[in-house]
């Protein structure tokens, strides 16, 4: 038995002097106490919905003012600092300037007698470290002797490539000589000669990071919202892996840990299901266009042939190595990037080296290994320039 029920009510502190007065006061409070507890929970809301990114929150959308710029984690601010500082850092002051040639391989280098051409009468302007991920390199060349960096297994695609690159980057950066960091693969040939590469590469202040927006399911497509609020997807960029870079990037790549775990949790082979991400096409280009885009020339050194348009690019037998051939890769100016959506836009940019246009690419690949003796045949008349 519930006894208050039938209890009168109590009675009011102050007996108002009419109805009509009681009924205003009553409703300028309720009036006065929404005005607060909007005021109250407004910001809440919004930086809730800002963080959440739910569902739940968007009809709050529709009538609340317009999200303002986002604030940044406690992590994204120390990221942020650190990458700037790096930046600006005037660089070291190298004695003898190099260029640390890091070369990504399963095991032995079918190229290394052409790269001893390339390398020989420069020997204090160049260094060179290999991962060999699966098997232990015969070297043929003494250049390439003892250079073999402590290395791990690598999986096409995964985090563990990008976990090889920062290897390379540690070992290469101990040596402080080393102001400028390529990276290069098995199949990779130079189409210059060292002077011309050595020039192209220290004699300008941006880092060579391939860098486009591609809306399509090979580009946007890949993005996790779980990479947020970090990482929105207007920050996201795709581009190739193989990158030539200033000294302060590279320690801008071993600095970071913010990004990268991101990319490391989120970004894999088969995520969610059936979507594919692969790290290594998408970390690098995405975190230069959030701390540093200006300091990025948005293509590769490094050319590859896609117009094919098969899962993997066009690789070059013996007999496809001629001296058109590479006069034609040479040859071109221009960077071609083309989206993987329905609509397949094509942008074309010039390469634009210090302002003037300038051929694109040092390096190119994917040559096997039969082609090395025509190329050691070539290598002297096409890089004569
Ligand atoms: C690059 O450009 C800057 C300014 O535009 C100029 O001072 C510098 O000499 C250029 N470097 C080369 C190698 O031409
Ligand atoms: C590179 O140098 C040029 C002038 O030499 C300067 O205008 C530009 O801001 C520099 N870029 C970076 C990323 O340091
Ligand atoms: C690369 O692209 C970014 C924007 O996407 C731009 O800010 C930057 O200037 C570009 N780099 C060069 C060297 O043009
Ligand atoms: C060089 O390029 C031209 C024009 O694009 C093409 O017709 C020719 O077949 C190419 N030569 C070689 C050897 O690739
Ligand atoms: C190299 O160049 C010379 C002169 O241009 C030419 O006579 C020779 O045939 C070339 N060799 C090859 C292998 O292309």
Same mark, same amino acid.
Request: hydrophobic share 35%.
């Given at each position: 038995? %519930?006894?208050?029920?039938?209890?009168?009510?109590?009675?009011?502190?102050?007996?108002? =002097?009419?109805?009509? =007065?009681?009924?205003?006061?009553?409703?300028?409070?309720?009036?006065?106490?929404?005005? !607060?507890?909007?005021?109250?929970?407004?910001?809440?809301?919004?930086?809730?919905?800002?963080?959440?990114?739910?569902?739940?929150?968007?009809?709050?959308?529709?009538?609340?003012?317009?999200?303002?710029?986002?604030?940044?984690?406690?992590?994204?601010?120390?990221?942020?600092?650190?990458?700037?500082?790096?930046?600006?850092?005037?660089?070291?002051?190298?004695?003898?300037?190099?260029?640390?040639?890091?070369?990504?391989?399963?095991?032995?280098?079918?190229?290394?007698?052409?790269?001893?051409?390339?390398?020989?009468?420069?020997?204090?302007?160049?260094?060179?470290?290999?991962?060999?991920?699966?098997?232990?390199?015969?070297?043929?060349?003494?250049?390439?002797?003892?250079?073999?960096?402590?290395?791990? %297994?690598?999986?096409?695609?995964?985090? /563990?490539?990008?976990?090889?690159?920062?290897?390379?980057?540690?070992?290469?950066?101990?040596?402080?000589?080393?102001?400028?960091?390529?990276?290069?693969?098995?199949?990779?040939?130079?189409?210059? #000669?060292?002077?011309?590469?050595?020039?192209?590469?220290?004699?300008? #202040?941006? /880092?060579?990071?391939?860098?486009?927006?591609?809306?399509?399911?090979?580009?946007?497509?890949?993005?996790? $919202?779980?990479?947020?609020?970090?990482? $929105?997807?207007?920050?996201?960029?795709?581009?190739?892996?193989?990158? /030539?870079?200033?000294?302060?990037?590279?320690?801008?790549?071993?600095?970071?840990?913010?990004?990268? !775990?991101?990319?490391?949790?989120?970004?894999?082979?088969?995520?969610?299901?059936?979507?594919?991400?692969?790290?290594?096409?998408?970390?690098?280009?995405?975190?230069?266009?959030?701390?540093?885009?200006?300091?990025?020339?948005?293509?590769?050194? !490094?050319?590859?042939?896609?117009? $094919?348009?098969?899962?993997?690019?066009?690789?070059?037998?013996?007999?496809?190595?001629?001296?058109?051939?590479? %006069?034609?890769?040479?040859?071109?100016? $221009?960077?071609?990037?083309?989206?993987?959506?329905?609509?397949?836009?094509? !942008?074309?940019?010039?390469?634009?080296? #210090?302002?003037?246009?300038?051929?694109?690419?040092?390096?190119?690949?994917?040559?096997?290994?039969?082609?090395?003796?025509?190329?050691?045949?070539?290598? /002297?008349?096409?890089?004569?320039?």
């Amino acid at each position: 038995m %519930k006894e208050p029920e039938k209890m009168p009510p109590p009675p009011p502190r102050q007996r108002p =002097p009419s109805r009509r =007065p009681l009924w205003i006061i009553v409703l300028a409070c309720l009036v006065l106490l929404s005005l !607060t507890a909007t005021y109250v929970y407004r910001p809440h809301r919004l930086s809730a919905c800002y963080l959440l990114r739910s569902d739940v929150c968007s009809p709050f959308r529709e009538w609340l003012p317009p999200v303002p710029e986002r604030s940044y984690t406690d992590d994204e601010v120390a990221a942020r600092v650190v990458a700037r500082d790096i930046v600006s850092m005037p660089s070291v002051n190298a004695k003898n300037p190099k260029i640390a040639f890091m070369f990504l391989t399963p095991g032995s280098l079918p190229f290394e007698k052409l790269w001893e051409k390339f390398f020989l009468g420069h020997n204090e302007r160049f260094s060179i470290y290999i991962h060999a991920s699966r098997e232990k390199p015969t070297h043929v060349s003494p250049l390439f002797n003892g250079r073999d960096i402590r290395s791990d %297994k690598v999986s096409w695609g995964k985090i /563990s490539m990008v976990d090889a690159e920062r290897r390379l980057l540690g070992n290469a950066l101990q040596d402080s000589n080393n102001q400028h960091f390529v990276l290069l693969s098995d199949s990779c040939v130079p189409l210059y #000669n060292f002077d011309y590469v050595y020039s192209y590469l220290m004699e300008t #202040n941006i /880092s060579f990071i391939d860098c486009f927006e591609d809306p399509g399911p090979h580009g946007t497509g890949r993005y996790s $919202e779980h990479m947020l609020p970090e990482i $929105e997807k207007s920050d996201w960029r795709k581009g190739a892996q193989w990158f /030539s870079i200033k000294r302060q990037h590279a320690l801008i790549i071993l600095a970071d840990s913010l990004y990268y !775990t991101k990319f490391k949790n989120y970004c894999k082979p088969g995520m969610e299901g059936r979507r594919n991400c692969y790290a290594d096409e998408h970390y690098l280009p995405t975190l230069f266009n959030m701390v540093d885009p200006g300091g990025i020339a948005n293509w590769s050194v !490094t050319h590859v042939d896609w117009s $094919e348009g098969k899962w993997h690019p066009k690789s070059y037998k013996a007999e496809d190595v001629t001296f058109g051939l590479l %006069k034609n890769i040479t040859s071109i100016d $221009e960077t071609t990037h083309v989206t993987s959506d329905e609509k397949r836009k094509v !942008t074309k940019k010039p390469c634009l080296w #210090n302002g003037t246009k300038r051929p694109c690419y040092l390096f190119a690949r994917k040559f096997y290994p039969g082609a090395l003796d025509r190329m050691m045949h070539l290598f /002297s008349n096409f890089t004569a320039v």
